[in-house]
């Protein structure tokens, strides 16, 4: 059992940034893959970063590459998102997740994923 707890979520303007956390706790998650996805009302869960089990590879969907940046601290068993250059479309609750299947390219589906913290909301007003 891995428990996730997202932090760090608020209320910007567009063009400001922000840092989202993701503590997990229950289970050392250094050997799994991490995601960050995004759900705004309305709106299918949407992929937005993944970093693997030494960060040495990231990914990033489309509609955030370049502004956002995914990060991991293992000894602290520790994810982050530094989000940049904040849109107002950026709006939505963000979710972490881990995976305790074996990858060698990020999952960018959330089905591979196996647990998910509450949520954190973001809010980017114009």
């Known amino acids: 059992q891995v428990q996730l707890v997202e932090s760090g979520g608020g209320l910007v303007q567009a063009g400001g940034s922000l840092r989202l956390s993701c503590a997990a706790s229950g289970r050392t998650v250094s050997n799994y893959y991490m995601g960050w996805f995004r759900q705004a009302p309305g709106k299918e869960r949407e992929f937005v970063a993944a970093?693997?089990?030494?960060?040495?590879?990231?990914a990033y969907g489309d509609s955030v590459r370049g502004r956002f940046t995914i990060s991991r601290d293992n000894g602290k068993n520790t994810v982050y998102l530094q989000m940049n250059s904040l849109k107002p479309e950026d709006t939505a609750v963000y979710y972490c997740?881990?995976?305790?299947?074996?990858?060698?390219?990020?999952?960018?589906?959330?089905?591979?994923?196996?647990?998910w913290g509450q949520g954190t909301q973001v809010t980017v007003s114009s």
């Open positions: 997740a881990v995976t305790l299947r074996r990858f060698t390219t990020a999952p960018r589906s959330n089905s591979w994923y196996d647990y």
């Open positions: 970093i693997s089990q030494s960060g040495g590879s990231t």
